[in-house]
């Protein structure tokens, strides 16, 4: 049987998958342009999103917090030039890379220890990590969609359940 944590990311390739479709419907400029928002543009929340879950897979293939910190800030740099398209192909080779990464795992709850300068300590299970990644997802898809609605544009619906049906309706 499939650990639920799989499915889980899952979801989570399928609704940024999900909100790359409805962002390419829109005009260019809509990716790029300035709003009043918790993020200061849509390029902005996907950048975040990507180098975020680029952080989390390097720390639980084993690197070390400080190391994969300074990666994450030169990535987040490079992230400001990107075209969606771009950003779309850099997402789905990041979900490629975790999937091989979680598909060789034979225990998805084995215990990991983290060491943060701005939190400390933490002992976790590899499950609750992914579980971070797809919530942490999913609440910045909820800051584009709200952002999509202030441009008068309408978001695209990524709930869970909505996965659910679509797979459930492919099998």
Known sequence: MTHHSLKLYDFHVWANQ???????????????????????????????IYVVDNVWLDVISGKKFDEVYALGERLKEQMETKK???????????????KVFLNREENMEKALVLETPFAGRLETRLSELVQHVVNHGTYHRGNITAMLRQLGHPGVMTDYILYLYEKGNKS
Not at 91 to 96: K, M, R, T
């Open 18 to 48: 999900k909100i790359f479709d409805r962002l390419k419907e829109l005009s260019e400029d809509i990716y790029e342009k300035k709003i009043q928002s918790v993020f200061p543009s849509i390029l902005k929340v996907m950048g975040h």
């Open 84 to 98: 969606i398209e771009e950003v779309e192909t850099m997402f789905f080779d990041l979900s490629d890379r975790y």
